[in-house]
């Protein structure tokens, strides 16, 4: 148990997790119900599927700031191909490709021009964003057609469209990241991009690859924060970037690149949007959100390195007091032999 504790984050962060819900429901009885886990489950979607999309970044040792504005940018285009009489399939596959393809310029400018990703993605955070602004003319986007908004309808199970969307997105990557060569490739890319490089790695390629794929996440949560909303306002997508770089920091994700799971990502997700429900359930006013999750946010990291340090203390203890136990017997081993 104490090993896992020490080399499995998401093993300390589930666990915290059904902690944070057990203690919510002992303060609010009614947030402990199927309904309110199933609430929460479709609030995290939009932030799940831009968390996974900027995990692919992270792990290649950049970052990516610009994945809120692109959402707002995909919604907008989701939203005005719609409203112009294009099919729900037609208007979401070129949402997609708007995504993948502001992916691929954040993409270019790093791995092609070597322009540092915060700077790179901190100018198109601007540039999608005015770009989404022009296209709308500053105005919201309403009078969805029914067809986007039936994806956010339960199929069964408290179950949407958008929820399989979201999964599937989810397992695609576990597999690809942990079960596939290419997806080796990104975690050293990340851990060390010369060395990834002598071993015959595409590491431009590949970080390329990651921006694309971010793209393409951010514009899959802009069909999800469609769908569910039924409207498109002009601020969508707004600080989501900044969330989706904390959950994947609590999801264990490091910022030095090389280390990751989507799993991690997905507890880290649920986590925050739980908190983020609970808050309405204390009947704690809107405006304390930020302060109290960022508090919490804060509070986790802080105890999770404590107990980490307090436990790696102790397991090393156990190694040097086993150690020593064994250099006992071998000298009683050699001293017997000896009298002999």
Request: glycine fraction near 12%; proline fraction near 2%.
């Amino acid at each position: 148990m104490l090993n896992l504790i020490a080399q499995n984050r998401v093993a300390t962060l589930f666990l915290i997790t059904i902690l944070t819900f057990v203690s919510i429901g002992l303060a609010a009885p009614d947030f402990l119900t199927t309904s309110t886990v199933t609430a929460v489950m479709g609030n995290s979607l939009t932030l799940l599927l831009v968390s996974l999309g900027t995990m692919l970044v992270i792990i290649t040792r950049n970052i990516d700031v610009s994945s809120g504005s692109l959402l707002g940018l995909s919604a907008a285009v989701l939203g005005l191909t719609l409203n112009a009489g294009f099919a729900l399939p037609t208007a979401m596959a070129i949402c997609i490709g708007v995504g993948a393809l502001a992916g691929a310029v954040n993409g270019v400018l790093v791995a092609g021009f070597r322009v540092p990703s915060i700077v790179a993605t901190l100018g198109t955070l601007g540039l999608f964003r005015g770009l989404m602004l022009t296209l709308t003319g500053g105005r919201w986007i309403e009078s969805l057609p029914q067809s986007v908004k039936s994806l956010a309808g339960n199929i069964g199970g408290g179950i949407s469209v958008l929820t399989l969307i979201a999964l599937s997105v989810f397992a695609l990557l576990w597999l690809f990241l942990r079960h596939t060569r290419p997806g080796g490739y990104f975690f050293a890319v990340g851990d060390n991009r010369e060395a990834a490089r002598h071993l015959g790695i595409p590491v431009r390629s590949i970080e390329f690859l990651a921006f694309v794929g971010a793209g393409i996440c951010a514009s899959l949560a802009g069909i999800v924060f469609a769908a569910q909303i039924g409207f498109i306002p002009n601020q969508a997508g707004n600080g989501i970037e900044l969330k989706a770089i904390a959950a994947n920091v609590l999801g264990g994700v490091s910022l030095l690149g090389g280390v990751g799971s989507s799993v991690g990502v997905l507890v880290s997700v649920i986590f925050l949007t739980a908190i983020d429900s609970a808050l309405v359930f204390l009947r704690i006013p809107a405006f304390w959100n930020d302060f109290i999750g960022g508090a919490i946010l804060l509070l986790v990291l802080i105890l999770d390195g404590r107990v980490r340090m307090a436990v790696n203390k102790r397991i090393r203890a156990k190694r040097y007091a086993s150690s020593q136990q064994m250099v006992a017997r071998a000298d009683i081993t050699m001293a017997s032999e000896s009298n002999q």
